[in-house]
C-alpha cells in the first residue's frame, strides 16, 4: 500500500477533501480560465454556513445512535428573524442581536434536553417535536417582516481578503478550535466515550446528563450563529432559510467519515464535506444539469457515499 | 386483571392515550363550532386526515423495523405528480411507474440491511431523488388527478362520512394484519429482536425488503388519495408529511425502537394532528401557529405517557 493510501485509510476525514477536490477540478477544467479560483472563493463563502451547523451536529451524533438534531433548521430561521429584528438594521445593535440569537439557541438547547430528559423520548422525537414548535415562532414573528441586515454585519458576512471570506476564516478558526475541543478536552473526549459505550461512560465517572446538555446546547447555538451570519449574507431572513440545513447538516458529518452510529467523529471531515456538497451542486449547474436532475443527482451521491463508506462497524 | 382494575392499570391508558387525545381535541372543535357536528362537517374536517394517516401507515412499517423514511414527504408528492401526469395520460406508464417505485423501496430496505446502513442518511438521500424526479414530472403546479380517483374520493355513502369509513377500514385491515397474524408477528420481530428471527431461520432481509414494499404501497396510496382529494399536483405538494407521518406514530403509541407500534393508534394519531389544524382555525388564531399547535399537541401527549410509564415503574 502507497503511504497516501495508508494515511487516506486511517484518516476517514481525507476522503471527503479528495472528493472535494476531485469535484473542483472537474468544474474547474470545463469552466477553464480563471473561473476556478472564483469557483473556489465562492465554494469557501458557502461551505461556512454548512461547516458552522455540521459541527454542531457531529457533537450531537457524536452521543450514538438515536442522537440527531432535527431542530437545526427551524432554530436557523428562528434565530435569524429574532437577531434581524433586534438589529433593526443598525450596526450599533450588530452585539446585542448576536446576544439575542445565542439567548435562541441556548432556549432552544434547553428545550431539547428538557424534553429528552423529563420525558425520556428519543432525541430525535425530542428535537422534531421542539422544531414544530420553533418553526411556528419564526412564522408568527417573521411573517410580513423584513429588515435588512446591518451594513457591517453584511459587510462580515460578504468581505474578501485576496479571494478568501473572511467569515470562512472564522470558520477555519472555529473548526481548528472545535478539533481541540473534540479531541483533547475532558468535554470533548466525554462525548465520545458516551457515544461509544453510555453506560460504560457513566460507571467511568462522566457526567452524562451534563454532557447531554452541553452538547445539544452547543447544537442550537450553532444553529443560531449561522442563522446570523446567513441572514447578513442573504440580505435578511427568510421563513425557509434553514429548509435545506436538515439534509446538509446530517450529510456534512456522514461524508466527513464520522460514524452515524456515534463514538468517533472528526471535525475535518465536515469541512471537506461542506465543500464538496457545494461544490457538487456547482458541477451539475455548469454541467448544465436541470434542476430535477441536479436534486436527483446529489440525492444518489449521498446515498452512494454512504453506502460505499459503509455502515455501523457492528450493532451493539 | 378484571373489571375495575383493568382500568387503573397503566396499560389500559397508555392504549387509551391515542383514542382520548382525539377525542378531547375532537370535543373541542364540537364545542367552538357545533356545526361540524354533522355528516358534511365530519366530512370536512377529516378529508385530509386521510392522505396524512396513509402516509403515518407507511411511516409505521418502516418505524416497526427500527428504521426512519425521511423521505416519505417527497415520495408522496412524487406519487402525487404521477397521478396527475402519467396516470392520467397513459395509465400503463403511470402504473409501471408506481410499481418501479415499490421495488426501489424494496431495493433500499435490502441496501440499508446488507450494509448496515443508517436509515435516516439514505432516505434523506432519496428525497432528494424522489424531489427530483417530481419536479422533472411536474416542473410547475398543475396536472389533474384521473376521474375514476376523484370519483373514488368523493364517494359520499349514505349515513357515515366517507373519510370516516376509509380511517376505521384501514386501521383495522393493517392492525388486523400486523397484529392478528403469523406473519406480522415475524416483521415486528424484525424490530423486536433481529438476532431470533435470524436464528429462527427466516430471512430477515426478505422480511426487511417487504415492510419497505409496504411502505411504498401505502404512500402510493397516501399520494393518490391527495391528488384525488386536490385534483391537481405539485413537486411539494407533500413535503410536510414526513414530519407529521413520524408525530403521527409516535403520537399513537409507537415506539421508535423494538418493534412495538400500534396500527390503529396510528391512524388516531395523524386524525389527531389533522384536526388540531382545524382546531385552531376555529379559535381564530392565525393559521402561523399551526404546525406549533401540533408540536404542542405531541409534546402534551408524550408527556402523559411518562406518566403513565412512572405509574407502571411504580408498581
Known amino acids: 500500500m502507497t503511504p497516501i493510501g495508508a494515511f487516506m485509510r486511517q484518516h476517514p476525514w481525507s476522503w471527503s477533501f479528495l472528493a472535494a477536490f476531485l469535484t473542483w477540478a472537474a468544474t474547474a477544467a470545463y469552466i477553464s480560465g480563471t473561473g476556478g479560483l472564483a469557483l473556489a472563493s465562492t465554494a469557501l463563502s458557502f461551505s461556512t454556513f454548512f461547516v458552522m451547523v455540521g459541527i454542531g451536529q457531529m457533537f450531537v451524533i457524536t452521543l450514538g445512535p438515536g442522537n440527531v438534531d432535527l431542530s437545526i433548521p427551524s432554530t436557523i430561521t428562528l434565530s435569524a428573524v429574532v437577531s434581524m429584528m433586534v438589529m433593526g438594521g443598525s450596526d450599533a445593535m450588530i452585539l446585542t442581536g448576536f446576544l439575542a440569537a445565542i439567548a435562541v439557541g441556548l432556549l432552544v438547547g434547553l428545550f431539547n434536553y428538557g424534553l429528552i430528559r423529563v420525558l425520556s423520548i428519543p432525541p430525535i422525537i425530542a428535537t422534531m417535536s421542539s422544531s414544530f414548535l420553533i418553526q411556528s415562532s419564526a412564522i408568527a414573528l417573521g411573517r410580513g417582516v423584513k429588515i435588512k441586515p446591518p451594513e457591517t454585519l453584511e459587510w462580515i458576512s460578504t468581505a474578501k481578503v485576496a479571494g478568501v471570506p473572511i467569515l470562512s476564516l472564522c470558520v477555519i478558526a472555529l473548526a481548528v478550535v472545535m478539533a481541540v475541543v473534540l479531541n483533547r478536552t475532558v468535554y470533548g473526549r466525554s462525548v465520545t466515550a458516551f457515544g461509544q459505550n453510555t453506560r460504560a461512560a457513566r460507571l467511568a465517572g462522566v457526567p452524562i446528563e451534563r454532557i447531554r446538555y452541553l452538547t445539544y446546547s452547543l447544537s442550537a447555538v450553532m444553529a443560531a450563529v449561522c442563522g446570523v451570519f446567513l441572514a447578513g449574507f442573504s440580505g435578511g431572513s427568510s421563513l425557509n432559510m434553514g429548509e435545506e440545513y436538515l439534509l446538509a447538516s446530517i450529510a456534512v458529518v456522514v461524508i466527513g467519515g464520522s460514524s452515524i452510529a456515534g463514538g468517533n467523529s472528526n471535525v475535518p471531515g465536515v469541512f471537506g464535506a461542506a465543500l464538496f456538497l457545494f461544490l457538487l451542486v456547482a458541477m451539475l449547474n455548469t454541467f448544465g444539469a436541470a434542476a430535477g436532475l441536479r436534486l436527483i443527482l446529489t440525492g444518489l451521491i449521498i446515498v452512494g457515499v454512504v453506502t460505499f463508506a459503509g455502515g455501523r462497524r457492528e450493532s451493539r | ?315
Open chain 2, 1 to 315: 386483571m378484571t373489571g375495575l382494575r383493568f382500568f387503573a392499570s397503566p396499560r389500559f391508558w397508555r392504549g387509551a392515550l391515542p383514542a382520548l387525545s382525539l377525542t378531547f381535541v375532537l370535543l373541542g372543535v364540537f364545542w367552538l363550532q357545533p356545526r361540524a357536528m354533522s355528516y358534511f362537517g365530519l366530512n370536512l374536517l377529516f378529508n385530509l386526515a386521510i392522505p396524512i394517516a396513509l402516509a403515518t401507515i407507511a411511516q409505521m412499517f418502516v418505524i416497526a423495523v427500527n428504521d426512519l423514511d425521511l423521505s416519505i414527504g417527497s415520495f408522496v408528492s412524487l406519487v402525487a405528480c404521477i397521478g396527475a401526469t402519467w396516470l392520467q395520460e397513459t395509465p400503463l406508464l403511470g402504473i409501471a411507474a408506481l410499481l418501479g417505485c415499490i421495488a426501489v423501496y424494496a431495493c433500499l430496505g435490502a441496501l440499508i440491511y446488507i450494509r448496515q446502513l443508517p436509515s435516516i442518511v439514505v432516505t434523506l438521500g432519496m428525497s432528494f431523488v424522489w424531489s427530483g424526479c417530481a419536479v422533472l414530472l411536474l416542473p410547475t403546479p398543475g396536472g389533474s388527478a384521473p376521474d375514476w380517483i376523484r370519483t373514488l374520493v368523493t364517494y359520499k355513502p349514505p349515513y357515515v362520512p366517507m373519510p370516516l369509513i376509509a380511517a376505521a377500514a384501514l386501521a383495522l385491515i393493517v392492525h388486523f394484519a400486523l397484529m392478528r397474524t403469523s406473519w406480522g408477528v415475524l416483521m415486528r420481530g424484525v424490530g423486536g429482536n433481529e438476532k431470533a428471527i435470524t436464528r429462527a431461520g427466516w430471512s430477515v432481509l426478505k422480511l426487511k425488503m417487504t415492510m419497505y414494499a409496504l411502505t411504498a404501497v401505502f404512500g402510493i396510496l397516501a399520494g393518490l388519495t391527495l391528488v384525488g382529494l386536490a385534483t391537481s399536483a405539485d413537486a411539494n405538494i407533500a413535503l410536510r408529511y414526513t414530519l407529521l407521518s413520524i408525530a403521527g406514530v409516535i403520537l399513537g403509541g409507537g415506539e421508535f425502537v423494538g418493534g412495538r407500534i400500534s396500527p390503529i393508534g396510528a391512524v388516531l394519531g395523524a386524525m389527531t394532528l389533522t384536526l388540531t389544524a382545524s382546531f385552531l382555525s376555529f379559535l381564530r388564531i392565525s393559521p402561523d401557529w399551526q404546525i406549533g399547535a401540533q408540536g404542542a399537541v405531541l409534546i402534551i401527549v408524550l408527556a402523559l405517557r411518562a406518566v403513565v410509564n412512572r405509574m407502571e415503574a411504580r408498581r
